[in-house]
C-alpha cells in the first residue's frame, strides 16, 4: 500500500472521528424493530396486497406484444 501523505491522513482521522461520533444500535436491538415495522408495512405494500395494486391508476393493465 502507498504512503499517505499528511493531508489524505489528516482526511482520514477526520473520517474517523465523524464514525465515532455516529450513534450505533445493536443488532439484537434493531433487528426486532425491523421487522415488527415491516410485519406493520406488509398490508400497505402493493406488491405483497394485490387489492391495493388494483387501485393505483399507473399500473399497466396490458401485456407487453412484441411488434
Known amino acids: 500500500m502507498d504512503e499517505l501523505d499528511e493531508t489524505q ?4 482521522v477526520e473520517s474517523l472521528k465523524q ?11 434493531a433487528i426486532p424493530e425491523l421487522t415488527k415495522w415491516i410485519e406493520e408495512k406488509m398490508n400497505e405494500d402493493p406488491f405483497l396486497n394485490p387489492d391495493i395494486l388494483k387501485d393505483n391508476p399507473w399500473v399497466e393493465t396490458s ?3 412484441i411488434i
Not at 491522513?9 to 482520514?12: A, D, P, Y
Open 9 to 12: 491522513l489528516k482526511n482520514h
Open 19 to 29: 464514525q465515532l461520533q455516529f450513534n450505533r444500535e445493536k443488532t439484537s436491538v
Open 63 to 65: 401485456k407487453c406484444v
